[in-house]
């Protein structure tokens, strides 16, 4: 099993910034994917950014040149640099990682999910 924790989030003025980041532990075979997702209130999840197979890139248009999503691969931990957050990017912040756990004779796809981090943004 494959555990998510996030941190970093907070209350920002409009304009200001916060950095996440999401530590992934477990029995982590390969990973594939690692990414942020946002739920507002009254809204559905949203894709923020992903990163995947440690260097390809993407983003909602919502947050394109405001966001930076990176990883520490040695580290399995994916990081998201946000600037210039706006009011609109008020939300729970949910860490995602895909991959594979176990060993190498014995592999197993998973998905993962952190327990969200919230980000207010006040105007």
């Known amino acids: 099993q494959v555990h998510l924790v996030e941190s970093g989030g907070g209350l920002v003025q409009a304009g200001g910034s916060l950095r996440l980041s999401c530590a992934a532990s477990g029995s982590i075979y390969t990973m594939n994917a690692m990414g942020w997702y946002r739920q507002a209130p009254g809204k559905k999840r949203e894709l923020v950014a992903v990163l995947s197979d440690g260097r390809y890139a993407n983003y909602a248009d919502s947050v394109k040149g405001r966001f930076t999503i990176s990883r520490a691969d040695a580290k399995n931990t994916v990081y998201l640099q946000m600037n210039g957050l706006q009011p609109e990017d008020t939300a729970v912040y949910y860490c995602?990682?895909?991959?594979?756990?176990?060993?190498?004779?014995?592999?197993?796809?998973?998905?993962?999910w952190g327990q969200g981090t919230q980000v207010t943004v006040s105007s």
């Open positions: 995602n990682a895909k991959g594979a756990s176990g060993t190498y004779r014995d592999q197993e796809n998973f998905e993962s």
